[in-house]
């Protein structure tokens, strides 16, 4: 059964910095892109970062531009999403999934459960 398990969330202050990790189970996603979305509480769920399969192309969405940074192991096991000078407005479920390269989450077919991360001001 193939599985993607997120993990890293919690709770931090404004300014401080967490790291998510997701990690693959089941078989690889050495030839998948990987990406991060994030769902707030009332709200539809939202493009974070994508990497490619190589690991040597990523996008991110505007409001974390600068701030987070996506990457990935050479095996394809693992994707992690390194978030610094956390907002508040951060605060969201974190999701991690694979499928073909992209912002909109229709090009994924892969999906974790989420991992929740709270900032506070």
């Known amino acids: 059964q193939v599985q993607l398990v997120e993990s890293g969330g919690g709770l931090v202050q404004a300014g401080g910095s967490l790291r998510l990790s997701c990690a693959a189970s089941?078989?690889?996603?050495?030839?998948?892109?990987m990406a991060w979305f994030r769902q707030a509480p009332g709200k539809e769920r939202r493009f974070v970062a994508a990497?490619?399969?190589?690991?040597?192309?990523?996008h991110y969405a505007d409001s974390v531009k600068g701030r987070f940074t996506i990457s990935r192991d050479d095996a394809g096991i693992s994707v992690y999403l390194q978030m610094n000078s956390l907002q508040p407005e951060d605060t969201a479920d974190y999701y991690c999934?694979?499928?073909?390269?992209?912002?909109?989450?229709?090009?994924?077919?892969?999906w974790g459960q989420g991992t929740q991360v709270t900032v506070s001001s």
């Open positions: 089941g078989r690889t996603f050495s030839r998948y892109a």
């Open positions: 990497i490619g399969w190589s690991g040597g192309l990523t």
């Open positions: 999934a694979a499928g073909n390269y992209g912002y909109d989450s229709n090009y994924y077919y892969h």
